[in-house]
């Protein structure tokens, strides 16, 4: 079974260009998440009336703002995910090529 | 309520908890390192760690304190689901390839990383103790809870049976173990909750008929506790014999829109539409009264709600402040979903697991995989919920057991099923928790802080010790506590966790000028206010010093907003006082870089 042998970690070499493309992409998606997650809670706090207001089928802002989170969060990790698959530099996925 | 035993859900949970324990035992035989007790060796594949995470992360607040919270208020527990899973952002792309880079065993090898300060691993070691054990009573509580139908035992006999085996798993185990059966708990969770809203939205929803003599939808109940030690239920002994009376069982669904008495199998979001134009009977444990003799009565009365007031936030007595005028109960509101979002990333126990895969892409990985699988059982969260609340099977005195009496409207097979995972799923959590504290007493106090100077095999001996210490102390305060909302309490933890631990992280990675001495003094500044800021505060005055909240000393319970801002900047001003610790982290960095 993958995984079941548990040997010791392979030291990863550290690639700073990498780790800072990758911070960089990370604070950016970050951003749009916060800036998604602050107006949900900023509504609820300060006018919550809007969340009743049935805005789609027959669904209101509460229930579809509340999905929409988590999805999006879901969505924004895929993304991230696959801005950073490979490594500054080129080489092959997951950290095995250059600079890795 | 009094629940009976059922046999045949007996044994189906024992095979089930049997054969996780069995598992478990096997693969702790295989873990003899203190690498591979605390970080399974760094070997675990990103996929199993991801699912892990799930297992590790949706604990007995997530399945047992949601589903209940939102059975008994609606929309509002579902708020507590969304922050859960935000704080998830800010650990994929915030948190999680740097600590993987700089860490090895604990949280505090990460903070440390730069410095080797001794001061560091005292801290961290404390708020990693405290942090645990403030998310280790939820889960003894939620454990209590589980026993009570399953068995008809008192919740303290699931307290100490959770403790006495997770004790066991650790100490005969530890990481491997630990998380296998996360990862086997997490996918038993996601996979049979799905289960459960399958059956939830094939059911829809009937209209109780309010002159049901049995069921009495629209007739207070009163429970009086006589000074001599009798129960009293609706003014007769409480039991299951003649003369006795016992609870009815509540959540029905008063009136539905048009004329029918039943929808039938419903749409995932037809569900929510029709629930929005029905009425629902939700109930209110009055204020406690105590007479004459000393007895002491809680009336719990019936409420007719609008589906549209249930699915809107601001129904759970701590939220109410939302729709009031109240500018410090909106900031209690904002607080608490700030601690939510910031306290993920700042979980011991959670943070750990990245030192169990083998690098920075499988770090990122994982952490995709557990926001999949945790995002899917939050969403189904509010079903579950919302099922509950109209299944006419809950227990008017306790919100925590709406997901398993859900389980067993359906069928008590599948009630002995979720009652099984949701066990495991206590099993799981605290056996993380309790890895994280041993592993915060034996790396970070003993061996870096009092420099003890142990051999592998020491260090896993009294990791173990520590473990059995520990889970006693959660075994003592899961009893304490049995009588709150495990949801609530885990909100609690989260804001300790953010307030002591994510200043110091996130400051380490982003400012140059962060020093040893700014980040002992944030974690320390930010774990004591915020410890202190909820034992002062009107939800504890209320819940467990049974005080009048209004005598409160702080002026709103949930410490994040405060407390979390008050670590940076405790962290910034004194990294600024003592601008010479840079000079350490820079040679500090510069070994650990030739040392790679």
């Not at chain 2, 454990?143 to 009570?148: E, I, Q, S, T």
């Not at chain 2, 139908?149 to 006495?164: C, D, E, I």
């Amino acid at each position: 079974m993958v995984g079941m042998d548990h040997k010791p970690a392979s030291a990863e070499v550290h690639d700073p260009a990498t780790s800072a493309r990758n911070a960089r992409i990370g604070l950016m998606l970050f951003a749009v998440y916060l800036s998604l997650y602050g107006g949900f809670v900023g509504v609820n706090a300060f006018a919550p009336q809007r969340m009743e207001q049935i805005v789609w089928g027959g669904l209101n802002v509460a229930v579809l703002y509340g999905f929409a989170l988590i999805l999006s969060a879901f969505v924004l990790s895929l993304v991230y995910g696959w801005l950073v698959r490979n490594p500054v530099g080129g080489g092959s996925r997951d950290g095995k090529g250059a600079g890795q | 309520m009094i629940y009976d035993p059922n046999w045949g859900a007996l044994a189906v949970f024992a095979v089930i908890v049997g054969f996780t324990l069995a598992f478990s035992f096997y693969l702790g035989s295989r873990a003899r390192s203190a690498s591979g007790f605390f970080a399974a060796g760094g070997g675990i594949h990103w996929f199993v760690n991801g699912v892990a995470f799930a297992g590790d992360y949706l604990s007995a607040a997530s399945f047992l304190g949601i589903c209940g919270m939102i059975a008994f208020y609606g929309y509002d527990g579902f708020l507590y689901s969304i922050g859960y899973l935000a704080g998830w952002i800010v650990a994929l792309l915030v948190v999680a390839e740097p600590l993987k880079r700089m860490g090895r065993y604990t949280f505090a090898d990460a903070l440390n990383s730069q410095f080797q300060s001794r001061g560091i691993n005292l801290a961290v070691a404390l708020s990693t103790l405290a942090v645990s054990i403030f998310y280790l009573i939820p889960q003894m509580v939620g454990a209590g809870v589980l026993v009570k139908p399953l068995f008809g035992l008192p919740q303290w006999v699931g307290v100490v049976m959770v403790g006495a085996v997770v004790i066991l798993i650790v100490v005969t185990a530890g990481m491997v173990s630990t998380t296998y059966v996360q990862f086997l708990k997490g996918s038993l969770l996601v996979v049979f909750t799905a289960v459960l809203v399958v059956l939830i939205l094939q059911r829809g929803f009937t209209e109780v008929d309010p002159n049901d003599p049995t069921v009495r939808p629209l007739q207070p109940q009163t429970l009086t506790k006589t000074a001599d030690g009798r129960k009293l239920i609706d003014g007769e002994l409480q039991g299951k014999r003649e003369g006795e009376h016992d609870f009815r069982t509540i959540g029905h669904v008063l009136d539905l829109p048009g004329e029918e008495k039943s929808t039938g199998p419903l749409g995932p979001l037809e569900f929510f539409s029709v629930l929005q134009n029905s009425e629902v009977i939700l109930w209110k444990a009055g204020a406690e009264q105590v007479d004459e003799n000393g007895d002491r009565t809680i009336v719990y009365t019936p409420q007719p709600t609008p589906g549209n007031e249930i699915l809107r936030p601001g129904n759970y007595p701590s939220f109410k402040g939302i729709r009031s005028d109240r500018f410090l109960d909106k900031l209690n509101f904002v607080s608490l979903m700030l601690a939510l979002f910031c306290g993920t990333a700042s979980l011991p126990h959670i943070l750990i697991r990245y030192y169990t895969v083998k690098d920075q892409a499988s770090a990122r990985k994982s952490t995709i995989v557990g926001i999949a699988s945790i995002g899917f059982f939050y969403i189904l969260t509010l079903y579950l919920g919302l099922g509950a609340m109209t299944s006419g099977a809950m227990d008017v005195t306790d919100t925590n057991m709406a997901a398993p009496l859900l389980a067993r409207s359906f069928s008590p097979s599948l009630f002995a099923i979720v009652s099984a995972i949701a066990f495991t799923t206590v099993l799981g959590t605290v056996s993380g928790l309790i890895i994280a504290a041993s592993g915060a007493v034996v790396h970070d106090l003993m061996a870096s802080y009092f420099q003890i100077d142990m051999h592998e095999h020491n260090k896993v001996r009294v990791a173990k010790i520590a473990s059995v210490g520990i889970g006693a102390v959660a075994i003592v305060l899961g009893i304490l506590f049995a009588e709150m909302n495990v949801n609530y309490l885990v909100g609690w933890a989260f804001s300790v966790a953010a307030s002591a631990n994510l200043p110091a992280l996130v400051m380490l990675l982003f400012w140059k000028g962060t020093t040893k001495q700014g980040i002992t003094a944030a974690v320390l500044v930010g774990m004591v206010s915020s410890l202190g800021w909820i034992l002062l505060s009107g939800d504890t005055y209320k819940a467990v010093y049974h005080l009048d909240p209004a005598d409160a000393i702080v002026p709103f319970s949930q410490p994040g907003i405060v407390t979390i801002p008050l670590g940076f900047l405790t962290l910034i001003v004194v990294s600024l006082m003592t601008k010479s610790g840079r000079a350490d982290r820079s040679e500090s960095a510069e070994a650990l870089v030739a040392s790679n």
